[in-house]
């Protein structure tokens, strides 16, 4: 699709040029230009919004996680090209400021895969271009350093450069020293011009009076402008001067063969290379239309299904226009309009310097823009596909060509007509201007019926009656006007749809400083068909003012039922979700409760049962021992001692791994203990052994026939774990293996401290919870362990 020159899609790309800053972008731009390949449209189109959408993201606060958008800088000093084409030529050097660009083409290509990729869960698209770049990480580390910004190579560039430095640093410390010498011996004897040492032709030099060169040995390397002064380089010097240059012939060469050796390095990589380049370009031209976009309040435009075809603006405005208002700090009126089932032409009319060709210039650069997959300043845009775009604006009078208005004007429609097609879009300003109005009016109407029949999509603007009439009375053509203020005789520049307007051409002249007595006189030679129409129009005008403000009162009402019905269901919302909540505080209340009296009866039940079975078993002892003691008392043997015992100590219980505390002695044979969060009472024959006291060394004491392994231990850290201060990756790790030490443990609920802030923390420990095989369920601390700050979680 060719965009015609008065469009100025030229204007338009030097504006987007504003927004890129390397040349690969630059290059990339210039390729730009409306088509007429759906896909491909569509594609970039949607490649576009993707990047808004990026860039938008990234320009807002977002947690630090894996997967944010995060803004790609693309920062170049030159234009890599020629050193990416100098690498396809076999045995070519680059030299040290190209092997710098490459390096740094490397590091932006390198940031710019790694921060989309990233990403590439919400920014497919963007991750889909990033993965068309070569991973060359190693080549860009094995090069960075190497080349220094000003292009010169640092002594660590290699062991024999930096080794030849010293050398040639150590040698002009020899000149200098010797050079001094010879001037403290010359100091007095007049021969020396001036006491310093400079360099002529890469050798250390002292200045000589002319006249006096031949009290001195060695070789005169040229004289001062003024002629004053002979460079003298004493013969002491010649052979720690020619040692000097030596040593940088030598570095010359080192730095050659470094030279070679990078360029042999990027040079394998030649063609990722220059394929990165050109993804770089793309990508940094993608996310320039999208700084663009966010700059100018732009939208991604549509295109329209073949099988049901349209063209709808809201609030559009001139992009160019736009940009020569905004330092005035001046706004643009907006430009609504829409043509769509069988209508395929707008006739716009209304006042002289109304905004009628503004019009068509916005609706035809926008048609362009959106061909070109760019985003288009609008709040709403949908086009059909057009094949290209026709516009005859402006007065193309030539007399070099002997060109008069209305040929210039027939000849750009006669170009047109034999262009058209049903995929076109036409733009004709002043249709059958610059001839008779009789006649223009009825060529008008002739021309916009053939673009009709041919089902282009044409807008054009007239101020001729017979293409009013026209526009009004033909299916399928629709009026516009553009506003005009009667009050103030001054453009509104409002484009208004359904309703031919008047040019107020009198009216204008009038405010544009015309005499009154002038304009009266015209008036009363318009004729009285001429003045009725005039006012019929005004009329109309006024009338359908006054409907489009019924009508914005209307939706302004709708808006405001809509919002108190939104506000009704919210509060419902609000009360049901209360009501809820506090139905299942209810009944968490009642299960608890309901818990801990069957927790309490099955307690009961078994302390009543083991008390009888401890006692059985005594009385059982008791009859056992009075029957052996009465057939054997000699054969008794003494039972070893038992400790007594007493409140505090640490015993173990039967079935139960976890050590108890013995808290009251109920009797001699019954006793209270603590064991973790449980307290009950029981028989003093389930004890298994008496444990040390916490921290105190010390053999347990174990009833006969009973061997003991040490289980688990049941520290705080098993209980607890304080994540305050940490990252949030950090933290998930440590929480994962927290759960695995509790589940270990045996333990059946932990707290974990991860404290208000921002709520990343919080977020993060709910996520390792939900996915936890551990865990039966997990909900904010109470107040008294933390509230907010703290989450319990129960293990299964």
Do not use: W
Request: aromatic fraction near 4%; glycine fraction near 8%.
């Amino acid at each position: 699709m060719t965009a015609e020159p008065v469009l100025e899609f030229e204007a338009l790309r030097a504006l987007l040029a504003r927004y890129l800053r390397t040349p690969l972008g630059l290059a990339e731009l210039a390729g730009v230009a409306p088509g007429s390949d759906r896909a491909a449209i569509e594609s970039a189109l949607a490649d576009t919004a993707e990047a808004v959408e990026h860039l938008r993201a990234a320009s807002q606060p977002q947690p630090a996680s894996r997967g944010a958008a995060i803004r790609v800088h693309f920062e170049l000093g030159a234009d890599p090209a020629p050193a990416v084409a100098r690498l396809a030529i076999e045995g070519a050097t680059l030299d040290a400021a190209e092997i710098y660009e490459l390096t740094r083409l490397l590091d932006l290509a390198a940031e710019a895969r790694s921060v989309l990729l990233q990403a590439r869960e919400r920014f497919p698209r963007l991750a889909a271009h990033a993965s068309a770049l070569a991973d060359l990480r190693d080549l860009a580390r094995q090069l960075r350093g190497k080349i220094l910004p000003d292009g010169s190579l640092p002594d660590d560039a290699s062991v024999a450069l930096g080794k030849l430095r010293r050398d040639a640093e150590k040698q002009r410390r020899l000149i200098e020293e010797s050079l001094a010498r010879f001037l403290r011996a010359h100091h007095e004897d007049g021969t020396l011009q001036e006491d310093f040492v400079t360099i002529r032709n890469d050798r250390f030099v002292v200045p000589i009076v002319t006249g006096r060169e031949r009290r001195v040995d060695g070789v005169i390397h040229g004289s001062s402008g003024s002629g004053h002064s002979m460079f003298v380089e004493p013969l002491e010097t010649i052979h720690l001067n020619n040692e000097l240059v030596r040593i940088h012939e030598e570095e010359l060469r080192e730095i050659h063969r470094l030279l070679r050796e990078f360029t042999s390095r990027l040079r394998e990589h030649a063609r990722e290379i220059g394929a990165m380049a050109e993804v770089l370009g793309r990508l940094e031209l993608l996310f320039a239309k999208a700084e663009y976009a966010m700059d100018f309040r732009c939208s991604v435009p549509r295109l329209s299904p073949a099988s049901s075809r349209r063209l709808i603006l809201r609030e559009a405005r001139h992009p160019l226009l736009e940009d020569i208002l905004r330092p005035k700090r001046k706004p643009v009126v907006p430009v609504s309009l829409s043509l769509e089932g069988g209508e395929r032409t707008l006739l716009i009319s209304g006042p002289n310097t109304g905004g009628k060709t503004v019009a068509l210039k916005t609706v035809g650069l926008l048609a362009l823009m959106a061909h070109a997959g760019l985003p288009v300043p609008a709040a709403d845009a949908e086009f059909p596909l057009f094949d290209q775009v026709l516009a005859d604006i402006g007065d193309h009078q030539s007399l070099q060509e002997s060109l008069s208005s209305f040929s210039a004007h027939i000849g750009a429609i006669r170009s047109m007509l034999e262009r058209a097609t049903v995929d076109s879009l036409v733009l004709l300003d002043e249709l059958g201007r610059a001839t008779d109005p009789e006649e223009g009016g009825a060529l008008g109407v002739v021309l916009l019926e053939t673009f009709r029949a041919r089902g282009a999509f044409t807008l054009a603007s007239t101020h001729l009656m017979a293409m009013k009439v026209y526009g009004a009375s033909t299916p399928g053509v629709r009026n516009g006007s553009m506003g005009f203020d009667e009050e103030t005789l001054e453009p509104t520049y409002v484009l208004l749809l359904g309703a031919p307007g008047k040019s107020a051409g009198l009216d204008i002249a009038a405010r544009l400083g015309l005499s009154a007595t002038l304009i009266e006189a015209a008036r009363e030679r318009m004729t009285n068909a001429e003045r009725d129409v005039s006012r019929f129009l005004a009329e109309l005008h006024k009338q359908m003012a006054a409907i489009e403000e019924e009508r914005a009162h209307v939706a302004a009402r709708e808006q405001a039922a809509e919002a108190r019905e939104r506000s009704l269901e919210q509060t419902l919302e609000r009360k049901y979700a209360a009501r809820t909540a506090e139905l299942e505080r209810r009944a968490a209340e009642l299960s608890s409760e309901f818990e801990r009296r069957a927790e309490e009866t099955i307690g009961e039940l078994s302390q009543k049962a083991r008390a009888k079975v401890a006692k059985t078993r005594r009385e059982f002892k008791e009859a056992v021992g009075a029957v052996a003691g009465a057939s054997s008392p000699a054969a008794a043997v003494p039972e070893p001692p038992v400790q007594k015992l007493a409140e505090g100590m640490r015993v173990r219980l039967k079935g139960i791994r976890q050590p108890a505390t013995v808290r009251k002695l109920l009797s001699h044979d019954l006793l209270e203990v603590d064991a973790g969060f449980m307290r009950m009472q029981v028989a003093a024959a389930d004890i298994e052994e008496i444990l040390p006291a916490a921290g105190a060394p010390g053999k347990t004491h174990s009833q006969a026939g009973i061997s003991f392994r040490q289980g688990p231990t049941f520290e705080t850290s098993y209980r607890e774990i304080n994540l305050i201060g940490q990252r949030a990756e950090q933290a998930c790790e440590q929480v994962e293996k927290f759960l695995d030490s509790a589940t270990l443990a045996q333990v059946e609920r932990v707290r974990i401290v991860h404290g208000h802030g921002m709520g990343i923390l919080k977020k993060a420990v709910a996520d390792v919870l939900k996915n936890s095989p551990y865990v039966e369920k997990f909900y904010v601390a109470p107040p008294e362990e933390g509230g907010a700050g703290a989450t319990i979680a129960e293990l299964k």
